[in-house]
């Protein structure tokens, strides 16, 4: 990841460009003109700073035939698990927004739970045949965005393909069988709420298709090109996998406090404004107080818009008190304009 790559956020709706670090874990992401931290780990690059700048420019005549000067790119650091020496390969299907299912569109994901580089290809088949979506390399232990698609699109993905090559650079590794899965992916879970379960990989609800668990191939891989034929007229039907605990799983799950008085207290009755207000303050920094040694934890607090008074409290004590914390204006989408996310550091 580099300054002027584009990313998208993982747990949340957004993205932007990327305009500089802090420290080895906070990426700074321009948002929509709003320079917003964010976990590495929480955003995926969609685009490239140099895949960006071909796109954008238009080179002179004195540049077409200039010799490129070949970029040096930070090299990655690859951290492996022990878990990881077993393949664990899916695909994840999440709505953009969950909240207007009938009408919202949907995002792909591939998830590499391994020590192990993916060349892979995803693919969708119609009347004329097999048609490649996407196709690359995954790095190990990744989840990187593969497409984003409408309604309209869901009758092009009820059979999937997918194939991959796993392998490691300069170092030795355990052969790993090459494999090719068909895929029936049920559409008709996409118009359901309650298809979209809680998983390993996001802290959003997400449809998940496992391809390899542990390096034992899900039911429906397939070999053979004769074995594929067969499967093709069979009618298959996806397993909800088991819980599995990885590093990557957000093991807390988002706290929504929600800071309006009639929330906190039945009745106001001979209760001033500044009293209302240091009461709401005392449930923000009890909150505060019970998840501050809870590193990774986000802590949503709900302010409303109002007058601000309420939402510069707190963020004049986020700033003041807890300078080991990172805070930003909550999902928009979700919450308006009326709340803040803060993030244990």
């Known amino acids: ?97 969950i909240k207007s299912l009938n009408t919202t569109s949907y995002e792909c994901y591939l998830v590499n739970d391994s020590n192990y580089y993916l060349a ?51 170092k030795p590794f355990a052969l790993k069988n090459p494999v090719l899965a068909q895929i029936h992916i049920d559409t008709v879970k996409f118009y359901k709420l309650h298809s979209f379960r809680d998983n390993d990989y996001f802290n959003d609800d997400a449809i998940v298709y496992y391809i390899t668990r542990r390096d034992l191939p899900e039911k429906q891989i397939i070999i053979s090109g004769e074995e594929l034929s067969r499967a093709m007229m069979e009618k298959e039907v996806a397993e909800r996998p088991k819980k599995q605990a990885i590093s990557k799983k957000n093991a807390n799950p988002v706290i929504e406090v929600d800071l309006h008085i009639s929330e906190l207290i039945d009745t106001t009755a001979g209760l001033e404004a500044g009293d209302i207000l240091e009461y709401q303050m005392d449930k923000f920094r009890e909150v505060m107080e019970d998840n501050i040694k809870n590193k990774g934890q986000k802590i949503v607090f709900i302010h409303g818009k109002g007058n601000g008074v309420l939402k510069n409290a707190v963020l004049n004590e986020l700033k003041n008190k807890y300078k080991g914390v990172y805070y930003q204006d909550a999902s928009f989408r979700e919450y308006g304009f009326g709340a803040t996310m803060v993030t244990i550091k």
């Open 1 to 97: 990841m580099k300054i002027g790559d584009r990313v998208r956020f993982l747990n949340t709706t957004g993205g932007g460009i990327v305009t500089g670090f802090q420290g080895k874990d906070i990426v700074i992401v321009d948002d929509d003109g709003f320079d917003t931290p964010m976990l590495i780990r929480e955003v995926v690059v969609v685009e490239s700073a140099g895949e960006a700048q071909v796109r954008q420019s238009v080179k002179a005549p004195s540049e077409i035939f200039s010799t490129p000067q070949p970029k040096e790119e930070e090299p990655v650091v690859i951290e492996e698990t022990k878990e990881g020496e077993q393949l664990t390969i899916c695909l994840a299907y999440l709505p953009v927004d």
């Open 120 to 170: 892979y290809s995803y693919m969708s088949r119609n009347d004329g045949g097999w048609l490649c979506r996407a196709s690359g390399v995954i790095e190990p232990n990744m989840k990187m965005f593969i497409e984003e698609f409408e309604k309209s699109d869901l009758n092009d993905l009820e059979h999937i393909g997918f194939q991959y090559i796993a392998y490691k650079k300069d």
